[in-house]
């Protein structure tokens, strides 16, 4: 069984920045792409950002311009920097990755903007 861990989330104030990484329990086999998403209180898990094998990247609009998503294709990697973060970027911040019809989620990291 895959497993996804993200670290880097913690308390940060409005205007700052801060990088959120994923990694998978085994470098055994590639995800065709892996992502961010998150979920505020109250609120449906939305998508973040997503990267794929080639590089190709996807960005929720809320993200344009301040997130950056990256991967690291050997280690399985994937990485979120967040910059110029607000208050409503306060949530849990899931990683994500699908291989084969498969989808996996970690178990969240929480990310609280203050202003």
């Known amino acids: 069984q895959v497993q996804l861990a993200e670290s880097g989330g913690g308390l940060v104030q409005s205007g700052g920045s801060l990088r959120l990484s994923c990694a998978a329990s085994t470098t055994r086999f590639s995800f065709q792409s892996m992502g961010w998403y998150r979920q505020a209180p109250g609120k449906r898990r939305e998508l973040v950002a997503t990267i794929n094998t080639v590089g190709g990247t996807n960005y929720a609009d809320s993200a344009k311009g301040r997130f950056t998503i990256s991967m690291d294709n050997p280690k399985n990697t994937v990485y979120l920097q967040m910059n110029s973060l607000k208050t409503e970027d306060t949530a849990v911040y899931y990683c994500?990755?699908?291989?084969?019809?498969?989808?996996?989620w970690g178990q969240g990291t929480q990310v609280t903007v203050s202003s």
């Open positions: 994500h990755g699908i291989r084969s019809g498969s989808n996996y």
